[in-house]
């Protein structure tokens, strides 16, 4: 599950490096680069606090890389920044930018990516290996590219949400379950949905989600979404039941919502049905939970799903669309026809 620390005061700072510090050393990093990894996240921080609105710095083990990989993601409300590049060089600052530590965070990263938009706010990726002195990045072998964020409501430990992204010979499953209200009751019907999908391997996303109501009876229900991503056919194949979103972005298309069916796995499921799109090599998907709105715009990002990790467009959305009241999950894949394995860029 995702750490988030909320930059709203100068005491944010510290506790950003702190809990940036402790998780490298969960990850097995060293002594020293476990001080490199608090620097960085310490940067990020006092950017935010310094010349923007406030933000969140989030944590967490990268979803899907061979590790150990910290992630790290500093999301603010500031101004954005017009000549970002200028920003990756250390030592640089301008009042009302993100300014000065980025060239520091992408000297001490093993990867670092940004997307910023004027007036809606900058955000930066930070990704550590347990190396010391990481190689200046090269392009990846092309590989599936997956930004996760998931956060529970406020005031719980527990997440009733869940996701999983599993891949096999012929594609990649990926599903996104958020239970019924919040707490342990949530998690465990999240988790049904989850540690169920390993079992039926094989069917398509509509019979799984008939299973999926059987075997959730016994628990408070769930919504859920399953997205197939064929590479045999070609094609991404969509069911959902209840408030989670999916939605697919291709650059001659345009993004299409995918609407689900009403009901909830376990308590009342209509016939679902599926809803098939192209997969070419630029689709992008988009699943999140009811903890973040769906009536984003990607007229408001230029540019943010073209040319940018996955993880960027994940950070962007959850900044600007999360309810702040209930359990939050968003999952972005990009790259759909390439392996889920490789490189950690």
């Not at 490298?24 to 950017?47: H, K, M, P, T, Y």
């Not at 291709?250 to 799109?277: C, H, M, W, Y």
Request: hydrophobic letters at 40%; glycine letters at 10%.
């Amino acid at each position: 599950m995702t750490r988030r620390v909320v930059i709203d005061d100068v005491s944010a700072v510290h506790e950003a490096r702190r809990a940036a510090a402790q998780l490298a050393a969960d990850l097995g990093f060293c002594e020293v680069r476990r001080e490199q990894v608090a620097i960085a996240a310490s940067e990020l921080a006092s950017n935010a606090h310094k010349h923007t609105r406030g933000g969140d710095v989030y944590l967490q083990p990268a979803p899907h890389l061979p590790g150990p990989v910290l992630e790290m993601i500093a999301a603010d409300h500031g101004p954005g920044v017009a000549a970002f590049e200028q920003c990756l060089v250390d030592g640089y600052s301008t009042t009302g930018t993100l300014g000065a530590g980025l060239g520091a965070v992408q000297r001490l990263a093993s990867y670092c990516a940004a997307y910023s938009c004027p007036e809606r706010g900058t955000v930066v990726l930070a990704r550590f290996t347990a190396q010391l002195d990481p190689p200046m990045w090269t392009p990846p072998v092309r590989r599936l590219d997956v930004g996760a964020l998931a956060l529970p409501a406020p005031g719980e430990t527990i997440s009733g949400d869940a996701y999983t992204i599993a891949e096999d010979p012929d594609g990649v499953t990926v599903a996104v379950a958020d239970g019924l209200g919040h707490g342990p009751d949530a998690a465990e019907a999240a988790r049904t949905v989850i540690d169920s999908l390993s079992e039926l391997t094989g069917l398509t996303p509509a019979e799984q989600l008939r299973e999926l109501h059987a075997r959730l009876r016994s628990t408070r229900g769930a919504a859920a979404a399953i997205a197939r991503i064929d590479r045999v056919s070609r094609t991404v194949r969509i069911a959902a039941v209840g408030n989670v979103t999916c939605a697919v972005w291709e650059p001659d298309q345009g993004l299409t919502r995918l609407a689900g069916r009403p009901g909830a796995l376990g308590i009342r499921l209509s016939k679902p049905f599926e809803q098939v799109v192209p997969l070419t090599p630029n689709t992008r998907l988009v699943l999140h939970s009811d903890g973040l709105h769906n009536r984003w715009d990607l007229t408001a990002y230029p540019g943010l799903f073209t040319g940018h990790p996955a993880a960027l467009t994940a950070a962007t959305l959850f900044r600007d669309c999360e309810r702040g009241r209930d359990d939050a999950t968003v999952v972005v894949l990009g790259a759909l026809d390439a392996p889920l394995h490789g490189d950690f860029g």
